[in-house]
C-alpha cells in the first residue's frame, strides 16, 4: 500500500499544488479510483476520505491573477 497526493495545475500560470491529504492504497486502487474519477465524476463524493477533494479549486498566481486549478492526478508520496 502506497501513499498518494492529489495534484492540481493551475490553467492561467502553470503552478502545480499538492494537497497534503494522502490517500493510501495499492497503485491498482489508485488507478481504478482515478479511471472512475474520470469517467464517472461522482466517485470523488462516494470515498469519504477524498470528500474534500474537489475537481477545480481557485489558485491565487504569483502576479496577482486569479486562476483556476484542475485536477490532474495522484502523486506518488516519496
Ligand atoms: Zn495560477
Redesign the pocket.
Known sequence: MSEYMAVYK??????MQRIPQAVKGSTEDIEHLLAKTIFYQKEFGSRPDLVQLMEKMP????DG???V?LFVGFKKAQ
Open positions: 493551475c490553467q492561467l500560470c502553470g503552478e489558485h491565487r498566481c504569483k491573477s486569479l486562476g486549478s
